[in-house]
């Protein structure tokens, strides 16, 4: 079991950069798949990329491939999501989570959740 932290979100323009972090205390972090996804006001749930335990996998949506980067540090408990080219739907509250069977699209498939940090692209 694992307990993720989200940081780094905040306040950015449109076409700038962000890049959000996730971090867990447990030496276990290691061993999960880790996924990152995103909730604007209204609207579900919807993934964003994963990347497996050894980051030799990853995966992401359409809808953010090119722009976002997946990318994790084992040995500093670590999951990043640098994002570039942000635009204004990208405003949502970004969420990782820890996958115990495996690398995921689906978010049922994650069982551990941080509580998320926002993200505000403004024009």
């Known amino acids: 079991q694992v307990q993720p932290v989200e940081s780094g979100g905040g306040l950015v323009q449109a076409g700038g950069s962000l890049r959000v972090s996730c971090t867990a205390s447990?030496?276990?972090?290691?061993?999960?798949?880790m996924g990152w996804f995103r909730q604007a006001p209204g609207k579900e749930r919807v993934f964003l990329a994963a990347?497996?335990?050894?980051?030799?996998?990853?995966y992401y949506a359409p809808s953010v491939k090119g722009r976002f980067t997946i990318s994790r540090d084992n040995a500093k408990n670590t999951v990043y999501l640098q994002m570039n080219s942000l635009k204004l739907e990208d405003t949502a509250v970004y969420y990782c989570?820890?996958?115990?069977?495996?690398?995921?699209?689906?978010?049922?498939?994650?069982?551990?959740w941080g509580q998320g940090t926002q993200v505000t692209v403004s024009p």
């Open positions: 989570a820890a996958s115990p069977r495996g690398i995921s699209t689906e978010a049922h498939e994650y069982d551990y």
């Open positions: 447990e030496r276990t972090f290691s061993r999960y798949p």
């Open positions: 990347i497996s335990w050894s980051d030799s996998v990853t």
